[in-house]
């Protein structure tokens, strides 16, 4: 199934299907690899994970808008199979020192501590920032998200 078709199910399930269209809605994954994928979306599907983040800088990097509250989100597995519907709820800008326990927690990874989040982001920006010509930096800016899972 594609993430269109899936898409217009979950609008089928609101009596809305006459209402679709394409560009409602963008498709997205967590993680920069099919495995990581996959890891994050389980505790998205169970309700542990409400939250993540990017860094600023790649979105200024695409040329992208930074996501807003209202954003629907097609997430897609390590295949590319899509699993749920998110909807932003929130977006905060905030440097990485700055996230704070709840934060961390709402990100539903490892034991929820900050101190894991911290380990975890700091490696994982360490390793994918090189591709846009910047470094981790603990001062670096963060795109924060809220969301809740709208379908799955």
Not at 32 to 40: G, H, N, R, V, Y
Request: glycine share 8%; hydrophobic share 35%.
């Amino acid at each position: 199934m594609t993430p269109g078709e899936f898409y217009i199910q979950y609008l089928k399930s609101l009596g809305k299907e006459k209402e679709f269209k394409p560009g409602d809605f963008i498709v997205d994954k967590f993680g920069d690899s099919p495995e990581m994928a996959d890891e994050l979306l389980e505790p998205v599907l169970s309700g542990l994970k409400t939250a993540t983040c990017s860094a600023l800088w790649e979105w200024e990097y695409e040329g992208g808008d930074i996501p807003k509250p209202g954003l629907i989100s097609v997430i897609v597995d390590g295949k590319d199979e899509p699993r749920c519907i998110i909807e932003t709820v929130e977006i905060t800008l905030r440097n990485y020192n700055e996230v704070d326990a709840d934060f961390a927690r709402d990100e539903g990874e490892g034991d929820l501590s900050l101190e894991y989040w911290r380990e975890a982001h700091e490696r994982f920006f360490t390793r994918t920032l090189p591709a846009i010509g910047r470094e981790f930096r603990d001062d670096m800016p963060l795109v924060c998200e809220r969301f809740k899972v709208v379908w799955k």
